[in-house]
């Protein structure tokens, strides 16, 4: 399964290993290090279709999740059909 948000449609990025400040000071260059998402598991229940479903999302896409609402958020996600 890939690491990927299902709402807010993120994934992993690649960045550097040492900050600036360390590399001035020490020349002891890095490869480059992938950086995931804040992936979590959960079951929500939707009010208007009565039920609940699982979702793995980031913490970001359950703020947005939150704010929005459940059903909105994951009726535009793709993920559960219209009434």
Sequence with gaps: M???CVITKK???VGGGYSN???ATKFNPTGKKRKYLNLQKKKI?????N???KVEA????????K???AYTTLLKAG???AK
């Design 11 to 13: 994934g992993s990025i």
């Design 21 to 23: 400040r360390t590399r």
């Design 67 to 69: 704010k929005n609402g």
């Design 45 to 49: 229940f939707i009010p208007e279709l």
């Design 2 to 4: 890939a690491k990927i």
């Design 58 to 65: 980031s913490v970001q896409g359950f703020r947005t999740m």
């Design 79 to 81: 993920l559960i059909q």
């Design 51 to 53: 039920k609940s479903i």
